[in-house]
């Protein structure tokens, strides 16, 4: 018979590891985290340094100069100023629409309110590309469905998409109504987690109406407010994407581009990858720094439950 072997004890739940194994555990992560993300960001910020073609092995070194010109460049701001209305329309159409709607839903039976949890999310599994195309023809100047109802009204036809002042808002429509359902769901998500004993018991004081949504559910909703606020915030100029470059290719003469967009075109139109790379580091730089200063701004306001 062989003999009886002593197994090792088993760690003590709780027991914090120790030596080598947790980094073997966080290896896998960082290792993904390093290649996909710290060494495309560093190999961003050095090719913004060089002037490169992205076709010839050769980089040419000019310093700060890609960094000077889009300082110089009145294109460039204009294209910072577009960018600001973009992220001021996203948050119109996927923060504070989203919210206001799963507000009014939360009013409703749950039938009535599943109901409108499925055409509000619709939009969402819809290929962005082929949205796109569809409010094309929305927007067509002739034969299109908006100036075809305008027609019907006597109203003048609209150059929805050839107007400076009317295609930027009317690309961010697009992204807006692709993006509301997912948005919406978040927000409905975190109004149903407030715990329903908060609410009977202001009730019982008193509290209805607007004062219950001011002095309860809102403050409550803190926490996933400000996850969807920052990422409506960081994702806007990615939800506009698409549309842009199938309502308008960044025009009528660059009024609906944004740095994202502009990014690209720089990169892959006009093969200037050292400029690209420039007006990326300075993309996620303002986004940074934006984001930061929000989230020292909110945190204060924001209640977490313990």
């Known amino acids: 018979m062989a ?19 947790p980094y073997l555990y966080l290896a896998p992560a960082l290792l993904a985290l390093g290649l996909f993300i710290y060494y495309p960001l560093l190999n ?37 100023l577009q960018s600001g209305l973009y992220v001021l329309l996203a948050l119109v159409g996927n923060f504070l629409l989203p919210v206001g709607l799963a507000l009014l839903t939360l009013q409703v039976g749950e039938r009535e309110g599943e109901v409108y949890q499925s055409l509000l999310f619709a939009p969402t599994v819809v290929a962005v590309s082929v949205g796109s195309l569809v409010w094309l023809w929305f927007y067509l100047p002739a ?7 305008l027609a019907q009204l006597g109203l003048p036809p609209q150059p929805w998409l050839s107007s400076s002042a009317m295609a930027l808002p009317a690309v961010s429509l697009v992204a807006a109504w692709k993006y509301l359902g997912f948005h919406y769901l ?22 209805s109406g607007l004062a219950l949504l001011r002095r309860v559910v809102l403050p409550l909703f803190g926490p996933s407010a400000l996850f969807l606020f920052l990422s409506t915030v960081i994702q806007s100029l990615e939800y506009a994407f698409i549309p842009i470059e199938v309502l308008t290719q960044g025009g009528p003469f660059g009024s609906t581009s944004n740095l994202m967009y502009a990014v690209w075109q720089e990169a892959f139109k006009f093969f200037r990858a050292g400029l690209a790379s420039a007006q990326a580091v300075v993309m996620i730089a303002l986004f940074a720094g934006f984001i930061l200063w929000q989230f020292r701004l909110l945190e204060r306001r924001v209640g977490y439950e313990r």
Do not use: C, M
């Open 3 to 21: 003999p009886a072997t002593r197994s090792s004890p088993a760690r003590p739940k709780g027991q914090p590891l120790t030596g080598l194994t």
């Open 44 to 80: 961003t910020v050095y090719i913004s340094f060089h002037e490169w073609n992205l076709v010839s092995a050769k980089r040419t070194w000019v310093g700060l100069e890609n960094y000077r010109t889009l300082l110089a460049s009145p294109d460039f701001r204009g294209i910072l």
């Open 143 to 149: 034969g299109g469905v908006f100036n075809g109802l």
């Open 186 to 207: 978040i927000a409905l998500a975190g109004l149903r987690a407030i715990p329903r004993e908060y609410l009977e018991a202001a009730r019982v004081d008193g509290a």
